[in-house]
Nanobody
Framework: QVQVVETGGGLVQAGESLSVSCVVS????????MGWFRQAPGKQRELVAT???????DYADSVKGRFTISRGFGNNAVYLQMNRLNSEDTAVYYC???????????????WGQGTQVTVSS
């Protein structure tokens, strides 16, 4: 019913920029929060940035001033612009969507499959 599709990612040199996008499709839901988490090998998944339905944003301290999250596509999509990337940003980036399903009166988290971002020194 719900599809979370990520695009972007790739290999870049340190100091360069990259963007990732995520679109949530389906029916019978409302977006509450969308955003991005990341996970490096051997580490737990951590927050990168989120944006809520009212436009409020939240960023990890490590990416403040470098990353920008924005909404699009009828608020069912998020775009993450990543600038001045460094090796510490290397991770699998996962799209996150917290959705309210109206017919079932449920709140659930959905995750994309992840997209690799690799920053070489």
């Amino acid at each position: 019913q719900v599809q979370v599709v990520e695009t972007g990612g790739g290999l870049v040199q340190a100091g360069e920029s990259l963007s990732v996008s995520c679109v949530v499709s389906g029916s019978g839901f409302r977006v509450v929060v969308m955003g991005w988490f990341r996970q490096a090998p051997g580490k737990q998944r951590e927050l990168v940035a989120t944006v809520n339905s009212g436009g409020g944003t939240d960023y990890a301290d490590s990416v403040k001033g470098r990353f920008t999250i924005s909404r699009g596509f009828g608020n069912n999509a998020v775009y993450l612009q990543m600038n001045r990337l460094n090796s510490e940003d290397t991770a699998v980036y996962y799209c996150y969507a917290y959705l309210y399903t109206l017919p079932k009166d449920e709140w659930n988290e959905y995750w994309g499959q992840g997209t690799q971002v690799t920053v070489s020194s």
